[in-house]
């Protein structure tokens, strides 16, 4: 050992061309530490608020939206900053992050994002990058203050306890539930879903039978004319309709609803007794007894004690929304509502509920899903139409 030791001190003494090896050493060394120093000092100074908001793409957007929310200013006076959550803490996934944001030194330099138009246009492709992130981390940058083992269930509210606690049985990410917690969310979020655009494509080339029923894809104009120049009314989708006439771009359809005759009778109803909305007229129509013909005489819903009389109406519609099959729409709803329902709770049995009490019950759900307009119609009605009010031994 003395040896190896005498053999390495004498090889660091000896003398190279023009420096001794261990002098080339320590002066690397030395570097070294310089390096890294001014290496870590360059990297925290890009991790600060400042150097976040100095450019105005931040400054005048995201940042101010930040200032108005709990992340800001609270009781307990914790204030989270941009890279609290949008850089990770974790040195190898920051070192990772900052290659990545070399991307927006180059939206800088050219534009992309400099007017307030061009960053809204731009909005829902940058928080689905960050929600991409946020979902294949776990949320962790979140979880690094909110964390499930240290949340105390006694001082929850109920509310926050039944969506929480599953969520924390799951180890779920953050993200799946709290987008827009910071800032606000695109315009552009509730996106078309590429499954209901195929049906709606479908329903666009699809030949017509005079005679035979369709089913609405989605809500369409009603008219009174042909020429579709005078509006009618709202027809839902997933309503059952009659093709009566077929002209150019333009149908009639004969529609079969109940309604309540009490009121200016504007709401129709697909069946007696269940508030699953089919059409939605305008007031002079509805109170016109020429357009809204009575089938039969009124009966009495014996829950309510409201009369209801069914009746029909012709209107006149855009061609291009009709598909012959209801089960091609429930199809698509019923995976929709297995998958976006289920991101935060087990969601409950479409048999669980009875028809009239799924609109409460959705409209507390689909909050936190991105379903768009059309496609939360659909989803509803087939919750209606397959509600225990239509199935056997249901509860």
């Excluded at 049985?169 to 606000?184: F, M, P, T, Y």
């Excluded at 329903?203 to 009603?222: D, F, H, P, R, W």
């Excluded at 357009?291 to 109406?313: F, N, R, Y």
Aim: proline share 4%; aromatic share 10%; with cysteine.
């Amino acid at each position: 050992m003395k040896k190896l030791i005498c053999k390495l001190w004498n090889t660091l003494r000896r003398p190279a061309v023009h420096l001794s090896l261990g002098a080339v050493t320590l002066v690397s060394f030395v570097a070294g530490i310089i390096f890294w120093g001014g290496f870590n000092t360059a990297l925290e100074a890009t991790n600060t608020e400042e150097f976040c908001i100095s450019c105005h793409e931040m400054q005048n957007n995201v940042y101010q939206e930040l200032q108005g929310t709990v992340h800001w200013s609270n009781r307990s006076g914790v204030r989270a900053t941009c890279p609290d959550c949008h850089v990770p803490h974790d040195w190898t996934d920051k070192i990772a992050r900052k290659m990545q944001a070399s991307k927006e030194v180059w939206g800088k330099v050219f534009g992309t994002i400099d007017t307030r138009e061009k960053f809204l246009e731009k909005r829902l492709e940058l928080a689905q990058h960050e929600w991409a992130r946020f979902s294949a981390n776990g949320s962790l940058e979140c979880r690094n203050c909110h964390d499930y083992n240290s949340m105390n269930w006694d001082v929850m509210s109920d509310k926050a306890k039944r969506f929480m606690k599953p969520a924390a049985e799951r180890n779920q990410s953050c993200i799946d539930c709290h987008k827009g917690i910071a800032h606000h969310l695109p315009e552009q979020m509730v996106f078309k879903d590429p499954a209901l655009d195929q049906l709606e494509q479908r329903a666009q080339g699809l030949g017509l039978n005079k005679g035979e029923s369709y089913y609405t894809v989605k809500a369409i104009t009603l008219y009174l004319d042909q020429e579709r120049t005078q509006p009618a009314g709202e027809l839902e989708a997933a309503s059952p309709v009659r093709l009566q006439e077929e002209s150019g771009d333009s149908v009639q359809l004969l529609i079969p609803a109940w309604r309540k005759t009490r009121g200016f009778g504007r709401v129709l109803y697909e069946d007696f007794g269940m508030n699953i909305t089919s059409l939605v007229l305008e007031k002079e129509v509805a109170q016109n007894n020429e357009l809204v013909k009575v089938q039969a005489e009124a009966k009495v819903d014996e829950l309510t004690g409201l009369p209801w009389e069914p009746v029909e109406i012709a209107l006149w519609a855009e061609k291009g929304a009709l598909l012959p099959e209801a089960e091609d729409l429930w199809g698509y709803a019923r995976d929709t509502y297995r998958t976006a329902c289920s991101v935060c709770h087990s969601q409950p049995a479409e048999a669980h509920f009875d028809a009239n009490t799924w609109p409460g019950m959705f409209a507390g759900m689909v909050g936190f899903t991105n379903m768009d307009a059309d496609t939360q119609a659909l989803v509803l009605k087939y919750l209606q139409k397959h509600s225990s009010d239509y199935a056997d031994g249901a509860h």
